[in-house]
């Protein structure tokens, strides 16, 4: 039986917290709020992508990671909802590009169709 040690995903759990108020605020303005309340998500996506180049992936999506720390978060806290809206994936895997760019041949990047 083989046996994978998950690298840890979260130091303390911490709650997500959202923006009081999003209105008419673009995708990247909400975006940049949820960032600022939960840099957190940042960090553990950076992880679970590092844990993932060490594994051999030849390819990563950001969507896939997504559902990973969705999982991971509500097995950390015992089911408690984890809602990381989907929109936000074309932003957080830029960030991650960003910090490190070597990771760049693993994440297929599109055009942004909305702000």
Known sequence: MLEHQQPP???TVQPVRHPAVVGDLTI????EAF??????????????????????FARIGI???FEVLR???????????????????????????????EWAPFFEIRAL???
């Open 63 to 65: 969507g896939m990671l």
């Open 9 to 11: 995903l979260f130091g």
């Open 113 to 115: 169709r909305a702000d």
């Open 35 to 56: 960032h600022a309340l939960n840099p957190w998500v940042l960090r553990a996506l950076a992880r679970l992508t590092a844990d993932c180049v060490e594994q051999g």
């Open 71 to 101: 999982y991971r978060y509500g097995a950390a806290t015992s089911g408690d909802e984890f809602a990381l809206n989907n929109d936000y994936r074309s932003r957080y895997v830029r960030l991650l590009l960003d910090e490190r760019p």
């Open 28 to 31: 990247q303005q909400r975006f």
